[in-house]
T-cell receptor, first 111, second 107 residues
Framework: DTGVSQNPRHKITKRGQNVTFRCDPISEHNRLYWYRQTLGQGPEFLTYFQNEAQLEKSRLLSDRFSAERPKGSFSTLEIQRTEQGDSAMYLC?????????FGSGTRLTVV | GEDVEQSLFLSVREGDSSVINCTYTDSSSTYLYWYKQEPGAGLQLLTYIFSNMDMKQDQRLTVLLNKKDKHLSLRIADTQTGDSAIYFCAEGGDMRFGAGTRLTVKP
């Protein structure tokens, strides 16, 4: 197993465009999480899934953000109509029995 | 407000011990975690402690948990320059993180 994989590693987009990130968790992990980290801050929880069910969404997650995990395996995070404030590192993690593994993240830059 | 709070900076000399402190709010947390993040790198799980434990030791790392005060600490013995990084405390089933403590180790 290669751990949690996130794609792309970097994304530069123009303001107003839509972007989609993908996360492939560790295969036997049933929980999957999305976080956002900005410079000088700790990761902020965005949402998490247990299998295909999205169980919690942070109030930080505006209606421009949507996440899916259609088959309980990989997940996508889409940001519509990106704004400069969306520039951050987007981290995915998966867990089983309290043990979390993070991916390397997708760095989004909105210009 | 922050669910998890940490002091932002710590500077120590090489060979000394470092103690990084954290306070949290969710008393139902089953696990509490310490992560390390080096510049430009991802989050690396250093260690974690189960909530019914008071202490956990793992080589140079010692984690102390005071559930009554909701206080967690990470002690790094014989701190090395390679330990310079940001250390995050995290708690809860959905992993709420503190803002991180930047540890600087001076030779």
């Amino acid at each position: 197993d290669t751990g949690v994989s996130q794609n792309p590693r970097h994304k530069i987009t123009k303001r107003g465009q839509n972007v989609t990130f993908r996360c492939d968790p560790i295969s036997e992990h049933n929980r999957l999480y999305w976080y956002r980290q900005t410079l000088g801050q700790g990761p902020e929880f965005l949402t998490y899934f247990q299998n295909e069910a999205q169980l919690e969404k942070s109030r930080l997650l505006s209606d421009r953000f949507s996440a899916e995990r259609p088959k309980g395996s990989f997940s996508t995070l889409e940001i519509q109509r990106t704004e400069q404030g969306d520039s951050a590192m987007y981290l995915c993690a998966s867990s089983s029995e309290g043990r979390y593994t993070f991916g390397s993240g997708t760095r989004l830059t909105v210009v | 407000g922050e669910d998890v709070e940490q002091s932002l900076f710590l500077s120590v000399r090489e060979g000394d011990s470092s103690v990084i402190n954290c306070t949290y709010t969710d008393s139902s947390s089953t696990y509490l975690y310490w992560y390390k993040q080096e510049p430009g790198a991802g989050l690396q799980l250093l260690t974690y402690i189960f909530s019914n434990m008071d202490m956990k030791q793992d080589q140079r790392l010692t984690v102390l948990l005071n559930k009554k005060d909701k206080h967690l600490s990470l002690r790094i013995a014989d701190t090395q320059t390679g330990d310079s990084a940001i250390y995050f405390c995290a708690e809860g089933g959905d992993m709420r993180f503190g803002a991180g403590t930047r540890l600087t180790v001076k030779p």
